[in-house]
Structure formats: structure tokens, C-alpha cells
């Protein structure tokens, strides 16, 4: 499958070609939901959510993740009620319960017993959630950035509750992601504009946002409930992150029984594209290690 080249404007000038990073767009409709997805790979499903922040979308997180872990697994990756082309009928699909519902809902659409969930930001809070309501449907997790234990939102964040809906606004909101340094391609900045500006985009961004932050603040997480989370877990985090503070990830990590914490250096709120290769070889092995388990208990 070729890579579409993201630094290339003229790939970005119109929607009428949804094959976005050279990632094959699917749909699949759940009841009154149509849910947009990407997927590549065989075996071992890992399903890969995206975080929250203006024009998020499965492919702007993933899409050197998707081609990257299909080689090991089933690598799918939704777009949340809210995000990318996902149509929903109501703003009753949006916030943390009704997210990990979906993914619920998205996994059996696929066929999909039990998962390796990874998340990006609120993804990953996403991916906690699921293990909390559907255990039996998690296999391992991943989480990169995220609330957690104790969390205490920051700034930052409520700088980009209201952000400016044009190029140079959501690439301020970027380069806020992103440690000092990193250079985001001008074509990520343009298809994140491309998200943002949808018909009906700029009102739906609202009402998820709304959603977003008072069901994550009123499901606080306990260490009980984290405590009950006893799957194979990373918890990553990046050491300059501005979002989500490094203090997330160590209390989670402290409270799971089986959670490994990685902190990476010179790294902000996008493990999955700042430190690629580290984060693509750590996920790797714990692919390997869900699978060896559920062979050995086969």
C-alpha cells in the first residue's frame, strides 16, 4: 500500500477522495450509526483510538501506525461519534460512556471477540474505560498521554476548548501537542483543517467537547478500579507533554497490576509520532507477549 505524501497540498484541496494517507477508507453501519474505519493486517486485533483535540480523526492519529503493526496484527482503527466521517443521529453518542459503548458496538460489527486496545489521549482514557465496563473484550492496552488516576486537567487544555477554527489556529493547537522542535507536517496541519471545517464540523466540535470534559470529569477513576485492570498494560508518556501531566501515567501505572510505565525524553503529548520507532517497538512486544498468552492458554 503506497503512503500518500502529507506535505503535498494538492492532496488535501478537496474530500472527494477519502483514501486519506493511503489508508483504504471502510463504513460500517451499527443500528442507526455509520461508523468510518481503517484496517489493515491479520491475527491478533488491536484496535487503535484517537484523541480529542480539533480535527482528530483515526487517520490523523495512526496512519503511520496502521501499515506499521499490520505486518504482526488486525489492525483497526475507528473514527469515535463525533470525529472524522463517523455519522451518528444524536449528540447522545458523544462522551466517555457512550465512546466505549461504541467500541463495544465497533468490535462486534468486526466480528471481534477481544482486543488489544491502544489510545492516544483521551483514547487511551477511552480504552480504561472499556476494560472497566467489557473486561472480558480486553486482551491488553496501551495508553499514550491520558487521563488517569488523580487526574487534574491543565492549562492547556482549557486553551483549547474554544480554539480558532482556521489553518493557523489549529496549528497553534498542534504545536501546543507537540514538544519544542518537532516539526508537524504541513499536510497533518491541512487534513487536521480539512476535519475541522466539515459542514456541521464546527457546531458538532462543541458539543463533543462539552461532552468530552464532564463525562471524564464526573467518572473519575479510583485506584479500585484501576487496581481491576489486570491485562498486560504500557502506559506511555511523553516527558514534555503540556496536556495531560506525567503524574497521570505514573498513578495509573502504580495501580495497575500488570502496567509498565515508559517515559520518553525530548517527547509531548503524540508518543505514537514523536518517538515512532520506540513506540512502534514497544507495542510490538506487547502484541507478541497477548499473543503468547492466549496461545498458551488455548
Known sequence: MTTLDIDNPANFRAETTLDVFGLESRWVSVGAERIHYHEAGAGMP???????????SAAANWWRAIPALAG?????????????????P???????????????????????????LVGNSLGGRIALQVALDQPARVLGLVTMGSPGLHHHRTEMVNRHVAP??????????????????????DGLVDFRYLMATRPGAPERW???????????????????????????????HGMQDKVVTVADSLNTAQALPNGDLMVFSNCGHWVQLEREDDFLLVVSHLVQRVADLAAAAA
Open 206 to 236: 462543541k458539543k463533543v467537547v462539552t461532552a468530552r470534559d464532564e463525562t471524564v470529569a464526573s467518572a473519575d477513576l479510583t485506584a479500585e478500579q484501576v487496581g481491576s485492570i489486570t491485562v498486560p498494560a504500557l502506559i506511555l
Open 164 to 185: 480558532v477554527i482556521s489553518r493557523g489556529g489549529i496549528a497553534r493547537v498542534m504545536a501546543d501537542l507537540a514538544a519544542d522542535g518537532y516539526r508537524i507536517p
Open 72 to 88: 504482526q496484527a488486525r489492525v483497526l482503527a475507528p473514527d469515535l461519534a463525533g470525529y472524522g466521517w463517523t455519522e451518528v
Open 90 to 116: 444524536s449528540e447522545e453518542y458523544y462522551g466517555l460512556p457512550a465512546w466505549s459503548a461504541q467500541v463495544g458496538r465497533f468490535m462486534d460489527a468486526m466480528g471481534i471477540e477481544s482486543a488489544i
Open 46 to 56: 488491536v484496535i487503535l483510538l484517537h484523541g480529542s483535540a480539533i480535527g482528530a
